[in-house]
């Protein structure tokens, strides 16, 4: 059974940071690209952030380019976001979600395999 557990979320104020970190279990995690998605109060889910399998190539949405950061650790499964210079328009729930290699595109699309309960990120201004 394909797990994916969100965790770091909480509340910070505006211009500060948090690293989310996305556990993943019951799936070879080297096999698939890793996204973050985010919801905010009555809006619809956004992609965030992704990143390939091998941890090599990233993309970025226009609204978090040059602070927030993907990241991976293939060894623990794991995948990560650093969010620094955080608005309060950065208030959502986070979601992370796998894809698995070669199956078709991996960002800007919601088309993915796996998906984490998320955690809710608040910044107050």
């Known amino acids: 059974q394909v797990q994916l557990v969100e965790s770091g979320g909480g509340l910070v104020q505006a211009g500060g940071s948090l690293r989310l970190a996305c556990a993943a279990s019951?799936?070879?995690?080297?096999?698939?690209?890793m996204d973050w998605f985010r919801q905010a109060p009555g809006k619809e889910r956004e992609f965030v952030a992704a990143i390939s399998w091998g941890g090599r190539t990233t993309y970025y949405a226009d609204s978090v380019k040059g602070r927030f950061t993907i990241s991976r650790d293939n060894a623990k499964n794991t995948v990560y976001l650093q969010m620094n210079s955080l608005k309060p328009e950065d208030t959502a729930v986070y979601y992370c979600?796998?894809?698995?290699?070669?199956?078709?595109?991996?960002?800007?699309?919601?088309?993915?395999?796996?998906w984490g309960k998320g955690t809710l990120v608040t910044v107050s201004s």
């Open positions: 979600a796998a894809k698995m290699a070669y199956s078709g595109r991996y960002y800007f699309t919601d088309n993915m395999d796996y």
């Open positions: 019951g799936l070879t995690f080297s096999s698939y690209a």
